[in-house]
């Protein structure tokens, strides 16, 4: 949502901070821009639509001299996606300009007051506001301040007491051209320490070719760097505060395409890996028993309480039935954003599960945090090493999924569902409702599901060409399962609409005859998730209900399954809820070949931004 990007060292600043903002593109796509600083003035490029509409501008520019720079990718809230809404935005007298993500909630307020004392506006964005703002201040300050960096430091910190809302923000000033500062108030901003160079971002994808030495930022603080150093500072009071330096694991590969057409079908397709990477030191293969080291100070709940947007939500709907199924504990589930305003009943010992690949959506933050200070113990379940959902919970399982670049989640959901795997047998186990043969089993089959995953992703993909080329004139479509395989049919739906931008619902397939199989006609096509499990039989019935009222249906279904459709998907079968991770890879691919044949823009769908950290 919005990436942000600032340089300060030894390289070329510009070319620099598109490389940079090219692996943040994925937050937000619909503008862009960067400000430098170049033979004394302050200077500003920027572009509607993509980043080559931009590098096609900035060719038209020496811009090989400046060593920092800001940049900024959009994803708009207030304001059309235009040149002139596009970051970075100047102040009046153009010596400050400034990016911003997030939304400040008294802007109107603070920009009649503004424009009230002569000052102009350009856009019609909330983050001139700010940027007004602290030009205000700035202007007053620095007349008795002893030096740029104490004026700077000061109008930023007055300017942030002033607004409400969410910002992560970072300004650059021509009176002080080497030192930049950033600013973040619940949206992300992580500090990359580099050697002669640093780096400020909404991500650390952005600067991991550069370097993996990163300082997590905290709300209500400020960061300073140039060249040379950085500086963390309390917004408030501008009192230094001392941070750790941590290292990042992940590979600068892991945020590149590899060698796909998209970031999407490389994250497909590492889902083999993504098991086995989430697995990694939390299965004790001697005593055939699942180790969660991170849950050691937790015990087993008496219910838990998920909390979850989109993806991560489907993957928590999928956890409360093996969760009920296999640990016997109760689970209530929900959207982030009905949690957070919902009057939730939380009793003793209840649990509050925290599902998000960013750790940064801002409705499942808020619920993190009502759940806390009602002093309900929460754990996170996140994929981005140091977030703000991994800080902010009392415990954390890391997914180990690497980086997800492509908008639409795919391999995060995948490694969600592994770690939900592993802790559904770890509670079983602690609780004494499973026997050790199903503990075995389980395990023995969860080892070996990378292996039949991987030998089967290829053909997967030629049956989703196929089944995307045959019904690629649909205007709609139902996706049908039922038990755990519900929770799939929605993700299924959810790909498909992202990312082809064709209508899809996904449904309970019993719910069906409840209202929605009015829409069935030979038009109006159905995926059944059909695999043979215990509701086979229940499935096959509803089916024949679309079949009656001539709606072509697609089985995805195992072998030898007589299933009596002229589209049969094949895939292998597993044992019990395994047999998910070989469905969901299809569903994706179904949606992502979907995509390509209508020559979407798979890795970057409209109107979407990945990370969503406005409410
Ligand atoms: C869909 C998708 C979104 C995210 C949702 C939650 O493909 O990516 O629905 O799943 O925005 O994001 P996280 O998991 O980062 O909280």
């Given at each position: 949502m919005c990436g942000i990007i600032v340089y300060s060292g030894h390289r070329p600043a510009v070319p620099l901070t598109m490389d940079c903002l090219r692996r943040l593109e994925y937050r937000g796509y619909d503008s862009a821009g960067i400000a430098y600083i170049q033979q004394n003035k302050l200077q500003v490029?920027?572009?509607?639509?993509k980043l080559d509409q931009l590098e096609e501008k900035i060719g038209q520019h020496d811009v090989y001299h400046a060593t920092t720079a800001i940049g900024h990718t959009r994803w708009a809230t207030h304001g059309l996606p235009t040149e002139t809404n596009a970051h970075p935005h100047t102040d009046n007298?153009?010596?400050?300009?400034?990016?911003?993500?997030?939304?400040?909630?008294?802007?109107?307020?603070?920009?009649?007051?503004?424009e009230q004392r002569g000052y102009v506006f350009y856009s019609e964005t909330d983050t001139e506001t700010i940027l007004l703002l602290i030009s205000d201040k700035y202007k007053h300050i620095r007349e008795k301040a002893n030096s740029e960096d104490e004026a700077i430091a000061r109008a930023l910190s007055q300017a942030l007491q002033e607004v409400e809302g969410s910002y992560a923000l970072a300004l650059i000033n021509l009176n002080s051209p080497n030192e930049i500062w950033g600013a973040r108030h619940s949206s992300p901003l992580i500090l990359g320490a580099g050697t002669g160079e640093n780096f400020i971002a909404s991500d650390i994808p952005a600067f991991l070719p550069y370097t993996k030495d990163v300082v997590f930022l905290e709300d209500g603080e400020l960061a300073k760097i140039t060249a040379?150093?950085?500086?963390?500072?309390?917004?408030?009071?501008?009192?230094?505060?001392?941070k750790q330096i941590n290292r990042i694991d992940w590979n600068v590969q892991s945020a590149q395409k590899g060698g796909y057409k998209h970031f999407m079908l490389k994250e497909i397709m590492e889902q083999p890996q993504v098991i086995k990477d989430c697995m990694a030191g939390r299965i004790d293969s001697a005593n055939q028993r699942v180790i969660l080291p991170e849950l050691d100070h937790v015990s087993v709940p008496e219910q838990v309480h998920i909390v979850a947007c989109g993806t991560s939500y489907h993957a928590g709907l999928w956890a409360k039935y093996i969760f009920e199924s296999w640990s016997r504990v109760p689970v209530h589930?929900?959207?982030?954003?009905e949690f957070r305003y919902r009057d939730n009943i939380f009793r003793e010992n209840d649990l509050v599960l925290a599902i998000t690949q960013s750790g940064e959506t801002a409705d499942t933050l808020a619920g993190l945090r009502i759940a806390r200070e009602q002093n309900v113990p929460v754990v996170g379940l996140c994929n981005v090493m140091g977030s703000s959902v991994a800080r902010e919970s009392d415990g954390v399982i890391y997914t180990q999924a690497g980086p997800e670049i492509s908008v639409a989640s795919t391999k995060a959901m995948c490694s969600q569902m592994a770690a939900f795997l592993l802790l559904a047998l770890y509670w079983g186990e602690s609780k004494g409702t499973l026997s050790t043969e199903f503990l075995q089993n389980s395990i023995q089959d969860f080892i070996s599901l990378p292996g039949i995953l991987n030998s089967e992703l290829a053909r997967m993909q030629e049956s989703g060409q196929e089944f995307a080329a045959k019904y690629s004139r649909s205007?709609?479509?139902?996706?049908?399962?039922?038990?755990?395989?519900?929770?799939?049919?929605l993700e299924g739906a959810l790909k498909l609409k992202e990312i082809s931008y064709i209508h899809a619902e996904g449904y309970a397939a019993g719910e069906m005859k409840h209202g929605p199989i009015a829409l069935i006609d030979p038009e109006f096509p159905t995926l059944a998730?059909?695999?043979h499990d215990d509701l086979y039989t229940k499935l096959i019935s509803n089916l024949q209900e679309v079949k009656a009222r001539s709606g072509p249906v697609i089985g995805l279904t195992h072998p030898g399954?007589?299933?009596?459709?002229?589209?049969?998907?094949?895939?292998?079968?597993?044992?019990?809820a395994l047999n998910s991770f070989l469905i969901l890879p299809a569903l994706q691919l179904f949606a992502y070949e979907m995509a390509v044949y209508l020559g979407k823009d798979v890795d970057q769908p409209r109107n979407l931004a990945k990370s969503v950290t406005v409410e």
């Amino acid at each position: 949502m919005c990436g942000i990007i600032v340089y300060s060292g030894h390289r070329p600043a510009v070319p620099l901070t598109m490389d940079c903002l090219r692996r943040l593109e994925y937050r937000g796509y619909d503008s862009a821009g960067i400000a430098y600083i170049q033979q004394n003035k302050l200077q500003v490029i920027r572009s509607r639509g993509k980043l080559d509409q931009l590098e096609e501008k900035i060719g038209q520019h020496d811009v090989y001299h400046a060593t920092t720079a800001i940049g900024h990718t959009r994803w708009a809230t207030h304001g059309l996606p235009t040149e002139t809404n596009a970051h970075p935005h100047t102040d009046n007298n153009k010596e400050l300009a400034l990016v911003h993500n997030g939304i400040i909630e008294n802007f109107q307020e603070i920009r009649n007051s503004l424009e009230q004392r002569g000052y102009v506006f350009y856009s019609e964005t909330d983050t001139e506001t700010i940027l007004l703002l602290i030009s205000d201040k700035y202007k007053h300050i620095r007349e008795k301040a002893n030096s740029e960096d104490e004026a700077i430091a000061r109008a930023l910190s007055q300017a942030l007491q002033e607004v409400e809302g969410s910002y992560a923000l970072a300004l650059i000033n021509l009176n002080s051209p080497n030192e930049i500062w950033g600013a973040r108030h619940s949206s992300p901003l992580i500090l990359g320490a580099g050697t002669g160079e640093n780096f400020i971002a909404s991500d650390i994808p952005a600067f991991l070719p550069y370097t993996k030495d990163v300082v997590f930022l905290e709300d209500g603080e400020l960061a300073k760097i140039t060249a040379n150093g950085w500086e963390v500072y309390d917004a408030s009071s501008l009192n230094r505060i001392d941070k750790q330096i941590n290292r990042i694991d992940w590979n600068v590969q892991s945020a590149q395409k590899g060698g796909y057409k998209h970031f999407m079908l490389k994250e497909i397709m590492e889902q083999p890996q993504v098991i086995k990477d989430c697995m990694a030191g939390r299965i004790d293969s001697a005593n055939q028993r699942v180790i969660l080291p991170e849950l050691d100070h937790v015990s087993v709940p008496e219910q838990v309480h998920i909390v979850a947007c989109g993806t991560s939500y489907h993957a928590g709907l999928w956890a409360k039935y093996i969760f009920e199924s296999w640990s016997r504990v109760p689970v209530h589930i929900d959207i982030a954003s009905e949690f957070r305003y919902r009057d939730n009943i939380f009793r003793e010992n209840d649990l509050v599960l925290a599902i998000t690949q960013s750790g940064e959506t801002a409705d499942t933050l808020a619920g993190l945090r009502i759940a806390r200070e009602q002093n309900v113990p929460v754990v996170g379940l996140c994929n981005v090493m140091g977030s703000s959902v991994a800080r902010e919970s009392d415990g954390v399982i890391y997914t180990q999924a690497g980086p997800e670049i492509s908008v639409a989640s795919t391999k995060a959901m995948c490694s969600q569902m592994a770690a939900f795997l592993l802790l559904a047998l770890y509670w079983g186990e602690s609780k004494g409702t499973l026997s050790t043969e199903f503990l075995q089993n389980s395990i023995q089959d969860f080892i070996s599901l990378p292996g039949i995953l991987n030998s089967e992703l290829a053909r997967m993909q030629e049956s989703g060409q196929e089944f995307a080329a045959k019904y690629s004139r649909s205007r709609s479509f139902f996706f049908l399962g039922r038990g755990i395989n519900y929770p799939l049919a929605l993700e299924g739906a959810l790909k498909l609409k992202e990312i082809s931008y064709i209508h899809a619902e996904g449904y309970a397939a019993g719910e069906m005859k409840h209202g929605p199989i009015a829409l069935i006609d030979p038009e109006f096509p159905t995926l059944a998730i059909a695999p043979h499990d215990d509701l086979y039989t229940k499935l096959i019935s509803n089916l024949q209900e679309v079949k009656a009222r001539s709606g072509p249906v697609i089985g995805l279904t195992h072998p030898g399954s007589d299933l009596n459709l002229e589209d049969k998907w094949e895939i292998p079968k597993m044992w019990s809820a395994l047999n998910s991770f070989l469905i969901l890879p299809a569903l994706q691919l179904f949606a992502y070949e979907m995509a390509v044949y209508l020559g979407k823009d798979v890795d970057q769908p409209r109107n979407l931004a990945k990370s969503v950290t406005v409410e």
